[in-house]
């Protein structure tokens, strides 16, 4: 996709979508940070399972990665309704993960465990999805940029998505944690490594 610093005009439409976006993750890190803070509250309501706050932590993490690269989008110089529809999907991605690690009420479950793994097929679809999302989308920050990330990111996105479809299919709860553990040390250690400057 052709792209050069964004003039004005440019700049202004990027700005038009921000706002959209920004609500979308706002309402994700909202969620997040609020399921975390009730944790804290009501320590005795709920069961706390480990891998399911490991997920938390891989979930906030990824939205805060999210927006950093977001400004990116600032770059492309045509807009349109496909492109734009494209990005307020991939946020979304990150709410419906949100609400699906803190719902509403457990009433139905035994605690955190007990629901996340009743519920690990569509958390580990979304996560899947999300994760294929992030390629289209940092392609479409430019081919540039995907080169810069080198092949270790579509290897490490693709090992993710493929651990996925096994944690939607398995209860496991040594291979759920390693994945959980392994997922949140990998962001970390990724966004060290690349997320250097905004340029």
């Not at 609400?99 to 457990?106: E, I, K, S």
């Not at 629901?115 to 081919?143: C, H, M, N, P, Q």
């Not at 299919?169 to 400057?197: C, D, E």
Request: glycine letters at 6%; a neutral charge; charged letters at 15%.
């Amino acid at each position: 996709m052709t792209q050069s610093a964004a003039l004005p005009g440019n700049l202004d439409l990027y700005l038009h979508v921000r706002v959209l976006i920004a609500l979308i993750l706002g309402l994700s890190v909202t969620r997040l940070v609020s399921g975390i803070a009730a944790l804290v509250q009501h320590p005795g309501r709920y069961a706390i399972w480990p891998v399911h706050l490991g997920w938390v932590a891989w979930a906030l993490l990824n939205v805060v990665a999210f927006w950093w690269w977001e400004f990116r989008l600032s770059h492309i110089q045509h807009w349109t309704y496909g492109l734009y529809f494209f990005v307020c999907v991939y946020a979304s991605m990150y709410y419906f993960l949100s609400v699906l690690l803190f719902p509403q009420d457990l009433d139905e479950y035994k605690g955190y465990e007990d629901y996340f793994l009743s519920r690990r097929r569509w958390f580990f679809g979304f996560a899947a999805l999300t994760e294929a999302l992030d390629v289209v989308d940092t392609w479409i920050k430019g081919e540039a940029h995907l080169r810069s990330l080198g092949l270790e990111y579509l290897v490490a996105t693709s090992a993710f998505i493929l651990l996925s479809v096994v944690a939607a299919r398995t209860r496991n709860p040594k291979f759920h944690m390693l994945f959980a553990l392994s997922a949140v040390a990998y962001q970390i250690s990724f966004s060290i490594r690349h997320f250097g400057t905004l340029d």
